[in-house]
């Protein structure tokens, strides 16, 4: 009587226990079961239509086959390439402050803002753009997209660096300022430089993430049919593109479509594995 | 503050009627006061340092000896709401004196911490050279980066082990080994001074026992203070000996008669294990 109760307890909580493994191990395959499947339906309805010409062409007007999408994918790298140059300075700048004054009153402000634009729907941002970038000016361009891009951007950044700052320990920060360094140069050479590879990684999660922003560009960068480098001009952009293909009635666009949002989750794809390198290979030399 | 002011004057009285420093000390702290936020860590010392001796600073966790050598350097206020009062005299000159610039002092004077503290993005050489690298003001060629790199290493007691991992990651090293490499980035400036902050308390017995040979070495060319929470270590490393309480620089006397026939009951009481 003694012996057997305990033993059916025993199994009883091992079942309950395999019970609860199995339901957590449904929720993690759940959580990747959206990726996995926008993938398979990308690669099968895209794939066709993604072919060389589709990265060198131009947009062919209704009627011809072919075409490409090089005029929305050079916009889509020219986007990104201007959002990094205001958004990663700023940002980084911002992290710094951030970081090294933790306990101030403006860095607590600062930081209850940047995360509140954090959580910003990226579609006010680019109503706010349009607002002071485009109206004024009377037309779309592509430095209104990009600082709409950049203003997302930004906090993503800051709070990124932020923390790897704070990851470098204060022992380290001291050893530098016993060497008679500079704070200026203990922050750049010494604090700095131990939290690039997190730095980087965090700018890559954010350039990631604006790659395929749609909503701030709607109202900024516009769009545009043919090809554009021009600043002050609309400018194409990959996701603009899918839309405008995607909501059009033609059957070849429709293709086209699927091409660009795939060749948009390659882009995505690649940059974050580009990220988990880096991170990765801050931990590969030594040991202590 | 208006009830303290007697007993202050009181003892800058006391202070002037000990302040002639003796002819052979390079550092002569006088009515050393030291402040975090309200709280007064280091309470009123006056304290010679003698040249090309090694000084141990013993006493209780929380007595205020890491407070006031990091006084010696100016350390002490790079944490917020800290604050000093008093004087430091570095060869006469006081180092919080308005002109003085707390880096040209940290130049001169080197530090190495508890626990070691290489950067991680340098390697070996590079981490040696970081302050004379960071004194001057043109880049020193590779030549003589290797040359001061080496010599420090030679004066660390580290070169036979690192010399053909001169460009490796200065993680790669152990504990024992970056604690001297923390040694030859401070010696690399040339400094006079070089101040031990319970250097060997993250180390394994082997590694404590090089370290202390180091201090052992340097004595005659380099004035070291070492805060050690070890009075073993004091004894065997040091020519003199403070004792701190509470704040307060208990006594200072040679170390074999500190802890032969130490003058304060205190002083007695701590190096005979009845507290501490």
């Given at each position: 009587?003694?012996?057997r109760?305990?033993?059916?307890?025993?199994?009883?909580?091992?079942?309950?226990?395999?019970?609860?493994?199995?339901?957590?191990?449904?929720?993690?395959?759940?959580?990747?079961?959206?990726?996995?499947?926008?993938?398979?339906?990308?690669l099968?309805?895209?794939?066709?239509s993604?072919?060389?010409?589709?990265?060198?062409?131009?947009?062919?007007?209704?009627?011809?086959?072919?075409?490409?999408?090089?005029?929305?994918?050079?916009?889509?790298?020219?986007?990104?390439?201007?959002?990094?140059?205001?958004g990663?300075?700023?940002?980084?700048?911002?992290g710094?402050?951030?970081?090294?004054?933790?306990?101030?009153?403006?860095?607590?402000?600062?930081?209850?803002?940047?995360?509140?634009l954090?959580?910003?729907?990226?579609?006010?941002?680019?109503?706010?753009?349009?607002?002071?970038?485009?109206?004024?000016?009377?037309?779309f361009s592509?430095?209104?997209?990009?600082?709409?891009?950049?203003?997302?951007?930004?906090?993503?950044?800051?709070?990124?660096?932020?923390e790897?700052?704070?990851?470098?320990?204060?022992?380290?920060?001291?050893?530098?300022?016993?060497l008679?360094?500079?704070?200026?140069?203990?922050?750049?050479?010494?604090?700095?430089?131990?939290?690039?590879?997190?730095?980087?990684?965090?700018?890559?999660?954010?350039?990631?993430?604006?790659?395929?922003?749609?909503?701030p560009?709607?109202?900024?960068?516009?769009?545009n049919q043919?090809?554009?480098?021009?600043?002050?001009?609309?400018?194409?952009?990959?996701?603009l593109?899918?839309?405008?293909?995607?909501?059009?009635?033609?059957?070849?666009?429709?293709s086209?479509?699927?091409?660009?949002?795939?060749?948009?989750?390659?882009?995505?794809?690649?940059?974050?594995?580009?990220?988990?390198?880096?991170?990765?290979?801050?931990?590969?030399?030594?040991?202590? | 503050?208006?009830?303290?002011?007697?007993?202050?004057?009181a003892?800058?009285?006391?202070a002037?009627?000990?302040?002639?420093?003796a002819?052979?000390?390079?550092?002569?702290?006088?009515?050393?006061?030291?402040?975090?936020?309200?709280t007064?860590?280091v309470?009123?010392?006056?304290?010679?340092?003698?040249?090309?001796?090694?000084?141990?600073i013993?006493?209780?966790s929380?007595?205020?000896k890491s407070?006031?050598?990091?006084?010696?350097?100016?350390?002490?206020?790079?944490v917020?709401?800290?604050r000093?009062?008093?004087?430091?005299?570095?060869?006469?000159?006081?180092?919080?004196?308005?002109?003085?610039?707390?880096?040209?002092?940290?130049?001169?004077?080197?530090?190495v911490?508890?626990?070691?503290?290489?950067?991680?993005?340098?390697?070996?050489?590079?981490?040696?050279?970081?302050?004379?690298?960071?004194?001057?003001?043109?880049a020193?060629?590779?030549?003589e980066q290797?040359?001061?790199?080496?010599?420090?290493?030679?004066?660390?007691?580290l070169?036979?082990?690192?010399k053909?991992?001169?460009?490796?990651?200065a993680m790669?090293l152990?504990?024992?080994?970056?604690?001297?490499?923390?040694?030859?980035?401070?010696?690399?400036?040339?400094?006079?001074?070089?101040?031990?902050?319970?250097?060997?308390?993250?180390?394994?017995?082997?590694?404590?026992?090089?370290i202390?040979?180091?201090?052992?070495?340097?004595?005659?060319?380099?004035?070291?203070?070492?805060?050690?929470?070890?009075?073993?270590?004091?004894?065997?490393?040091?020519?003199?000996?403070?004792?701190?309480?509470?704040?307060?620089?208990?006594?200072?006397?040679?170390?074999?008669?500190?802890?032969t026939?130490?003058?304060?009951?205190?002083?007695?009481?701590?190096?005979?294990?009845?507290?501490?």
């Open positions: 009587m003694t012996s109760a305990p033993r059916r307890s025993i199994r009883a909580r091992r079942a309950r226990s395999a019970a609860m493994v199995a339901l957590t191990v449904v929720a993690a395959l759940l959580a990747t079961l959206p990726l996995v499947l926008i993938l398979g339906l990308l099968k309805q895209g794939a066709s993604l072919n060389w010409a589709f990265f060198t062409a131009m947009p062919k007007p209704v009627g011809e086959t072919g075409g490409g999408m090089a005029n929305a994918l050079a916009g889509t790298l020219m986007l990104i390439a201007i959002a990094s140059a205001i990663l300075p700023v940002g980084i700048g911002a710094m402050y951030l970081a090294e004054h933790r306990g101030g009153r403006l860095a607590s402000v600062v930081r209850f803002l940047s995360d509140v954090n959580g910003l729907p990226s579609i006010v941002v680019g109503i706010f753009a349009w607002q002071f970038l485009v109206r004024p000016v009377k037309h592509a430095l209104a997209g990009g600082i709409a891009l950049a203003a997302m951007m930004i906090p993503l950044v800051a709070r990124a660096t932020e790897m700052i704070r990851l470098v320990p204060n022992s380290l920060r001291e050893a530098a300022l016993a008679g360094y500079p704070r200026w140069r203990t922050s750049l050479t010494v604090v700095l430089r131990t939290a690039l590879p997190g730095i980087v990684t965090g700018a890559l999660v954010a350039v990631a993430r604006i790659a395929g922003e749609t909503a560009l709607l109202f900024t960068a516009f769009g043919f090809w554009s480098t021009s600043l002050t001009q609309p400018i194409s952009a990959l996701p593109q899918i839309f405008s293909y995607a909501i059009s009635p033609y059957e070849e666009w429709h086209l479509a699927w091409a660009g949002a795939l060749v948009l989750l390659a882009l995505v794809l690649v940059i974050s594995l580009i990220a988990r390198y880096v991170t990765r290979s801050r931990f590969g030399h030594g040991h202590d | 503050m208006a009830t303290t002011e007697p007993q202050v004057l003892t800058d009285v006391a002037t009627a000990v302040a002639a420093p002819a052979n000390a390079l550092i002569s702290v006088r009515a050393l006061d030291a402040f975090f936020g309200a007064r860590a309470r009123d010392v006056n304290l010679d340092f003698l040249e090309g001796q090694v000084t141990a013993i006493g209780p929380g007595c205020g407070t006031l050598l990091r006084c010696l350097n100016r350390m002490h206020e790079t917020t709401t800290a000093v009062e008093g004087e430091v005299r570095l060869d006469g000159k006081d180092i919080y004196e308005r002109s003085v610039n707390p880096i040209e002092v940290r130049r001169r004077i080197g530090m911490f508890q626990r070691p503290t290489p950067f991680p993005t340098m390697s070996v050489r590079d981490n040696v050279t970081a302050g004379f690298r960071a004194a001057g003001r043109a020193p060629s590779r030549a290797h040359a001061i790199a080496e010599w420090a290493l030679h004066r660390a007691a070169w036979a082990e690192v053909d991992r001169l460009n490796d990651s790669a152990s504990g024992g080994q970056q604690q001297r490499l923390c040694i030859a980035r401070a010696l690399a400036t040339k400094p006079r001074v070089l101040l031990l902050d319970e250097p060997t308390a993250s180390l394994d017995p082997l590694s404590t026992q090089k202390e040979e180091l201090v052992y070495e340097l004595r005659g060319d380099v004035t070291v203070v070492i805060v050690t929470h070890n009075m073993q270590q004091a004894a065997r490393v040091s020519d003199r000996t403070a004792f701190m309480l509470l704040g307060d620089l208990v006594e200072v006397a040679p170390t074999s008669r500190m802890f026939s130490p003058s304060d009951e205190r002083t007695e009481a701590y190096i005979t294990g009845r507290f501490g």
